[in-house]
């Protein structure tokens, strides 16, 4: 099993920036991916997650508006879009996949396998 995560850099606040989480090694289609992130000094965090067995979606309150995670089914690959960035969002962002049929959070304990994070930093 393989999650790699790709997009993250630096952004100005306001900016935008598209998290990639390429997955293989598993049915793609019987998981949810959800993307995570963890500030220095803070508690990991979910931020967006989706099913992949009936399309449901979770955002975060802090996030709404802002974010849209997407799934290309074809390419098993999870995306984030992150408009209208904040200083606040920066972290290191993690992709993860768990069996779960239908999101209605992302509890991290649900989800199996991990990506090795990527690094986001939004500048004021």
């Known amino acids: 099993v393989q999650l790699v995560e790709s997009g993250g850099g630096l952004a100005q606040a306001g900016g935008s920036l598209r998290l990639s989480c390429a997955a293989s090694?598993?049915?793609?289609?019987?998981?949810?991916i959800a993307w995570f992130r963890q500030a220095p000094g803070k508690e990991r965090e979910g931020v967006a997650s989706?099913?992949?067995?009936?399309?449901?979606?979770y955002y975060t309150h802090s996030v709404k508006g802002r974010f849209t995670i997407s799934s290309d089914n074809t390419r098993h690959t999870v995306y984030l879009q992150m408009n209208s960035l904040k200083p606040e969002d920066t972290a290191v962002y993690y992709c993860a996949a768990g069996p779960i049929a239908h999101v209605v959070y992302a509890w991290a304990d649900e989800y199996d396998y991990w990506g090795q994070g990527t690094q986001v930093t939004v500048s004021s």
């Open positions: 989706i099913s992949n067995t009936d399309g449901s979606i």
């Open positions: 090694g598993f049915t793609f289609d019987d998981y949810a």
